[in-house]
């Protein structure tokens, strides 16, 4: 985080330190763990933790910065990946949105790694506002795009509802490789056919799986990969479209979009 000034790492130091003593985000139990560990004054400790987040124009003192989160992503990606093992140049990230208390819409984009979720990217909305999450999502992923080196693999996962023709394009521009789930009322052509078919037609049964180039959705039609899989224990199919080739990809590899559920606890509870 050496683009941040001495102060703002000192706050996020404090901030961060405070939050793992405390088990939680809140002030006043951050604080209090605080001030009893650094045997200080907790007026003090907490107008300065206050502090450091507000806006510029609400802090005390000429020089006063306000603390750019969006400019903290790709660092922050950078060192997660500077924990991989040299030869592993494959990366798992995820984006995500969830409601908090009805009050919040939390949008991320989080490297998952063995059962977990680490988010390095995030957007947090008002509920139930009128407005489109494109322009959101899109500063998401410009925010990272520095953040990963260009000889890396990465590939995206993203949950029904999140599709979209811009994400597609998004992700690519990053020269990263869409993974995203369609509706079962999605359509699809083969190549080398010329009729548009159900994708919920696609697998009779559970154990069946089926991969092939394929063109979708018969308005802004997308050229692709589609990868379909149905579990034995699941009440339908995964319908998953990608920019690899057939024979490079695996419908299985979806299976750690669930590793963000474990995350969520850290967003909504524990911060």
């Given at each position: 985080?050496?683009?941040l000034?001495g102060?703002q790492i000192?706050?996020?130091?404090l901030?961060?330190?405070?939050?793992v003593?405390a088990?939680?985000c809140g002030?006043?139990?951050?604080?209090?763990a605080?001030a009893s560990h650094l045997?200080t004054?907790?007026?003090?400790?907490?107008?300065?933790l206050?502090?450091?987040y507000?806006?510029?124009?609400?802090?005390h003192?000429?020089?006063?910065?306000?603390l750019p989160?969006?400019s903290?992503f790709?660092?922050l990606?950078?060192?997660?990946?500077s924990?991989?093992?040299p030869?592993?140049?494959?990366l798992v990230?995820?984006m995500d949105?969830?409601?908090?208390?009805q009050?919040?819409v939390?949008?991320?984009?989080?490297v998952?790694?063995?059962?977990?979720?680490?988010?390095?990217?995030?957007?947090?909305?008002?509920e139930?506002q009128?407005?489109?999450w494109?322009?959101?999502?899109?500063?998401?992923?410009?925010g990272?795009?520095t953040?990963v080196?260009?000889?890396?693999e990465?590939?995206v996962?993203?949950?029904?509802?999140?599709?979209?023709?811009?994400?597609?394009?998004a992700?690519?521009a990053n020269?990263?490789?869409?993974f995203?789930?369609?509706n079962l009322?999605?359509?699809?052509?083969?190549h080398g056919?010329?009729?548009?078919?159900?994708?919920?037609?696609?697998?009779?049964?559970p154990?069946?799986?089926w991969?092939?180039?394929?063109?979708?959705?018969?308005h802004n039609?997308?050229?692709?990969?589609?990868?379909a899989?149905w579990?034995?224990?699941c009440?339908?199919?995964?319908l998953?479209l990608t920019?690899?080739?057939p024979e490079t990809?695996?419908a299985?590899w979806y299976?750690?979009r669930?590793w963000?559920?474990a995350?969520?606890?850290d967003?909504k509870?524990d911060?």
């Amino acid at each position: 985080m050496d683009h941040l000034s001495g102060p703002q790492i000192t706050g996020l130091a404090l901030w961060s330190f405070g939050m793992v003593l405390a088990r939680t985000c809140g002030l006043s139990r951050v604080v209090a763990a605080l001030a009893s560990h650094l045997q200080t004054k907790e007026p003090n400790l907490r107008q300065r933790l206050r502090e450091w987040y507000w806006d510029q124009a609400h802090k005390h003192g000429s020089h006063r910065l306000d603390l750019p989160v969006v400019s903290c992503f790709a660092p922050l990606l950078r060192w997660s990946l500077s924990l991989w093992a040299p030869e592993e140049k494959r990366l798992v990230l995820v984006m995500d949105a969830t409601s908090l208390k009805q009050v919040f819409v939390v949008l991320s984009i989080s490297v998952v790694y063995r059962g977990c979720a680490v988010p390095v990217a995030w957007a947090v909305l008002p509920e139930g506002q009128p407005g489109a999450w494109k322009g959101p999502w899109l500063d998401l992923f410009e925010g990272l795009h520095t953040g990963v080196p260009h000889d890396w693999e990465v590939i995206v996962l993203a949950d029904r509802g999140l599709y979209a023709r811009w994400v597609w394009e998004a992700m690519q521009a990053n020269h990263w490789h869409p993974f995203l789930r369609l509706n079962l009322r999605s359509t699809y052509r083969p190549h080398g056919q010329s009729a548009f078919r159900p994708m919920g037609q696609l697998l009779a049964a559970p154990g069946m799986v089926w991969s092939g180039r394929v063109t979708c959705f018969t308005h802004n039609s997308v050229e692709g990969t589609l990868l379909a899989c149905w579990g034995l224990r699941c009440l339908e199919p995964w319908l998953l479209l990608t920019d690899l080739a057939p024979e490079t990809a695996s419908a299985a590899w979806y299976g750690m979009r669930s590793w963000i559920e474990a995350g969520f606890k850290d967003f909504k509870r524990d911060g």
